[in-house]
Nanobody, 125 residues
Framework: QVHLVESGGGLVQAGGSLRLSCAAS????????MGWFRQAPGNEREFVAA????????YYADSVKGRFTISRDNAKNTVYLQMNSLKPEDTAVYYC??????????????????WGQGSQVTVSS
């Protein structure tokens, strides 16, 4: 069992930056693929970014590529999402998720067994 807790959300002006953190419990965190997803009101949950267990491979949605960076610190059982050049359309609840099977389909939310409670990110224009 893995318990995930996000932090770092908030209100920021367009063009600003935020860093989300996701702290995980469980000794096997370092073997999991970790992902970030987001859901805006009235929209379906969408993939944002993912990182493999080693941190060597990262994946991004086209909408955030070049602006967001996912990273992880396995010694701290934490995954991060650095968000720069934020836009109003980035406003959403952001969720981190863990995939213990290291699926190749990192953008599919059904591949992730464990989810955090979400962190609100609001970008004002």
């Amino acid at each position: 069992q893995v318990h995930l807790v996000e932090s770092g959300g908030g209100l920021v002006q367009a063009g600003g930056s935020l860093r989300l953190s996701c702290a995980a419990s469980g000794r096997t965190f370092s073997s999991y693929t970790m992902g970030w997803f987001r859901q805006a009101p009235g929209n379906e949950r969408e993939f944002v970014a993912a990182i493999t267990w080693s941190g060597y491979n990262t994946y991004y949605a086209d909408s955030v590529k070049g602006r967001f960076t996912i990273s992880r610190d396995n010694a701290k059982n934490t995954v991060y999402l650095q968000m720069n050049s934020l836009k109003p359309e980035d406003t959403a609840v952001y969720y981190c998720a863990a995939d213990s099977f290291a699926s190749s389909n990192v953008a599919l939310d059904r591949e992730y067994e464990y989810w955090g409670q979400g962190s609100q990110v609001t970008v004002s224009s």
